[in-house]
T-cell receptor, first 116, second 115 residues
């Protein structure tokens, strides 16, 4: 089975610019997650979708971050405007159905964002 | 506040020995716990899941224990090999209150297996 696809792999922008990341989850997976991983830290959940609805976005800085999952498949995460502290790896993950506790999450390889 | 601690940032062991990684947590009541492996420049890869009512889980050379009284999980790799060198992440799963489960990750332990 094909894994979680993310693009781009790397992105360098200046502060106050905008950037968007794209994720294609594993086919048939209802739950999609976006995580932020700062160097030396574990992934931190930003937003979770169940099909095309938002389940939890409590840790998403909504003044600058937005995300959508159209048609319950692909998803995009946007940052506008970017700040220096947004430099991190942005990971997308999916699971068959996050409503059940026996679900492993499958991660993409992430987008490494550097803010100058 | 909720806290997840993995015993050390880095662990070096000799090839063939058993590596033991520790995950401790406070102010948390997880329904389950997962362990992931992460290689440099890659996303985490799922290894094992253990539920709160299970004491031990095994998969090939991997073994996980879960003690909800001690609030601790131990992750063992027996007969370790240089290919086991990676960062290992502990993740606690709990009901998110919005219709789904969520994971909270520790910082990880970087394991180096020396030939």
């Amino acid at each position: 089975e094909a894994g979680v696809a993310q693009s781009p792999r790397y992105k360098i922008i200046e502060k106050r610019q905008s950037v968007a990341f794209w994720c294609n989850p594993i086919s048939g997976h209802a739950t999609l997650y976006w995580y932020q991983q700062i160097l030396g830290q574990g992934p931190k959940l930003l937003i979770q979708f169940q099909n095309n609805g938002v389940v939890d976005d409590s840790q998403l800085p909504k003044d600058r971050f937005s995300a959508e999952r159209l048609k319950g498949v692909d998803s995009t995460l946007k940052i506008q405007p970017a700040k220096l502290e947004d430099s991190a790896v942005y990971l997308c993950a999916s699971s068959l159905d996050g409503r059940y506790s026996n679900q492993p999450q499958h991660f993409g390889d992430g987008t490494r964002l550097s803010i100058l | 506040s909720q806290k997840i601690e993995q015993n050390s940032e880095a662990l070096n062991i000799q090839e063939g020995k058993t590596a033991t990684l520790t995950c401790n947590y406070t102010n948390y009541s997880p329904a389950y716990l997962q362990w992931y492996r992460q290689d440099p420049g890659r996303g985490p890869v799922f290894l094992l899941l253990i539920r709160e009512n299970e004491k031990e889980k095994r998969k090939e050379r991997l073994k996980v224990t879960f003690d909800t009284t001690l609030k601790q999980s131990l992750f063992h790799i027996t007969a370790s090999q240089p290919a086991d060198s990676a960062t290992y992440l502990c993740a606690l799963g709990a009901w998110g209150g919005a219709g789904s489960y969520q994971l909270t990750f520790g910082k990880g332990t970087k394991l180096s297996v020396i030939p």
